[in-house]
T-cell receptor, first 109, second 112 residues
Framework: KNEVEQSPQNLTAQEGEFITINCSYS?????LHWLQQHPGGGIVSLFM?????KKHGRLIATINIQEKHSSLHITASHPRDSAVYIC???????????WGAGTKLIIKP | DGGITQSPKYLFRKEGQNVTLSCEQN?????MYWYRQDPGQGLRLIYY???????QKGDIAEGYSVSREKKESFPLTVTSAQKNPTAFYLC???????????FGPGTRLTVL
């Protein structure tokens, strides 16, 4: 079993829908990251969080440390949000990130 | 503009040849990383460096080598010992291990 699991693997939605992507992990962590990978391959860091909730524009990330779970929400989704969203964690035991396999999101106009 | 550059964007190599992928950053970051990405899989760490003249193996270092002679530069050599080198290679950096990583645009390596 992977230490970082994302769900769903693939998600297709209509423009305007509210999107939720989930990340569960099985190790103790000091921080969790959400990143976005565009179709061309470039990766951009969206959030780094260790507790609570962060918001940036239409993106919201939450984390529940007790439940070892994080969610990434996208409000009023748009075709330009189509990308792979990746969850990664900083484990307590060492400083190498543990990566999820990613969620491929397609937003149709 | 501060950032990370990788070159080339696409690289083709014949079997048995070594090839070097470039990674340069002007963010004044101490830590740098090389990742490999295969279709449908998460990123896997090849090598990382905390500081100039020091680097450590990641999870899949076999068949790869690196150097860190300058703070700004962390080139990756894919040697002929790497049995399946066709992949997308990403370089990243951060101020230290506990901060967000900044990524370069990647190099797509194909072995012919």
């Amino acid at each position: 079993k992977n230490e970082v699991e994302q769900s769903p693997q693939n998600l297709t939605a209509q423009e305007g829908e509210f999107i939720t992507i989930n990340c569960s992990y099985s190790v103790g962590i000091s921080a969790l990251h959400w990143l976005q990978q565009h179709p061309g391959g470039g990766i951009v860091s969206l959030f780094m969080l260790s507790s609570g909730k962060k918001k940036h524009g239409r993106l919201i990330a939450t984390i529940n440390i007790q439940e070892k779970h994080s969610s990434l929400h996208i409000t009023a989704s748009h075709p330009r949000d189509s990308a792979v969203y990746i969850c990664a964690v900083n484990p307590d035991s060492n400083y190498q990130l543990i990566w999820g396999a990613g969620t491929k999101l397609i937003i149709k106009p | 503009d501060g950032g990370i550059t990788q070159s080339p964007k696409y690289l083709f190599r014949k079997e048995g040849q070594n090839v070097t992928l470039s990674c340069e950053q002007n963010l004044n970051h101490d830590a740098m990383y090389w990742y490999r990405q295969d279709p449908g899989q998460g990123l896997r760490l090849i090598y990382y460096s905390q500081i100039v003249n020091d680097f450590q193996k990641g999870d899949i270092a076999e068949g790869y080598s690196v150097s860190r002679e300058k703070k700004e530069s962390f080139p990756l050599t894919v040697t002929s010992a790497q049995k399946n080198p066709t992949a997308f290679y990403l370089c990243a950096s951060n101020r230290d291990f506990y901060n967000e990583q900044f990524f370069g645009p990647g190099t797509r390596l194909t072995v012919l």
